[in-house]
């Protein structure tokens, strides 16, 4: 069967017989386009913009992880900041889910205690369990959007690599 690594890709994956089918046979009468095309997903023997190589031009300038601070005041914008920065955004979330979970916490067993008695703080106990239910529910919200954020930039750095890899091969 025809796939994309034997050459006839691009043809109408039918070995470019121009019958609208998948073939069994390749046509033989075309000579494939690439004659040394890596296997998909493989890099190139050597080529420019390959993990540990430098890329032509300005290569790198968005993909290179950099240190929090000089992500962080990066006003060129030619930098991705967000994973240097994600890890310190998503201890500052968790802290404050926490703060305002023991907050609420005091404030509502305390006030059930002063209105209620003994029977308040069980009340005040049974409101902090469904508070915690609420407060995981907002720290997997958090990690869903930062991981949604930082796969944004991964897509996007692995788009550049791409295109740096291709320039280098024109």
């Known amino acids: 069967m025809t796939t994309p690594d034997d050459g006839n890709f691009g043809n109408g994956g ?39 190589q ?38 500052l979330g968790f802290v404050f889910i926490a703060l305002v979970w023991v907050v609420y916490a005091i404030i509502l067993i305390g006030g059930f205690a002063s209105e209620f008695g003994a029977g308040g703080v069980l009340l005040g106990l049974v409101a902090a369990v469904v508070m915690s239910v609420g ?21 996007a750095q692995s788009a550049q690599s791409i295109d740096e890899r291709g320039a280098g091969q024109r």
């Open 135 to 155: 407060a995981l529910f907002s720290l997997m919200m958090m990690r869903m959007m930062l991981e949604f954020y930082l796969s944004n930039i991964r897509i």
């Open 14 to 52: 039918n070995g470019g017989n121009g019958s609208g089918r998948w073939s069994s046979q390749p046509d033989h009468g075309q000579q494939p386009r690439h004659s040394q095309q890596p296997a998909f997903g493989a890099y190139p023997a050597g080529q420019p913009g390959q993990p540990g």
């Open 54 to 91: 430098p890329g032509p031009g300005t290569a790198w300038q968005g993909t290179r992880q950099d240190t929090f601070w000089s992500a962080l005041f990066d006003f060129s914008f030619t930098k991705y900041a967000t994973p240097s920065i994600i890890k310190f955004a998503y201890v």
